[in-house]
């Protein structure tokens, strides 16, 4: 969580910036403003592309854990089978 918080920080901070440089730019209003508009639009793809690369690797991340819960719970209750068992030997022996 940390790490994409970091890279959604640099993002903006570059995001700023360079609005700031189109802003205090020698250019007509409609120019600065178009460019704005696309560097805005470039930006949000950025982000969204990023956001989607986390939210995916959050889900692959959180079925690998699933998985290997289940996993452990199923060889946890076959050794609790496995001990069951051995113990109704060992009573059926006294």
Do not use: C, H
């Not at 120019?31 to 690369?53: C, V």
């Amino acid at each position: 969580m940390k790490a994409s918080s970091t890279i959604l920080g640099i993002v903006g901070a570059a995001a700023a910036g360079a609005l700031l440089g189109v802003l205090f730019a020698p250019d007509k209003g409609s120019n600065t403003r178009k460019k704005i508009k696309d560097k805005s639009k470039d930006y949000g793809d950025n982000i969204k592309t990023k956001f989607d690369g986390i939210v995916s690797t959050i889900t692959s991340n959180g079925k690998d854990i699933i998985e290997e819960g289940k996993a452990k719970f199923n060889q946890v209750k076959d050794d609790f089978n496995t001990v069951k068992d051995e113990a109704k030997t060992v009573k059926s022996n006294y």
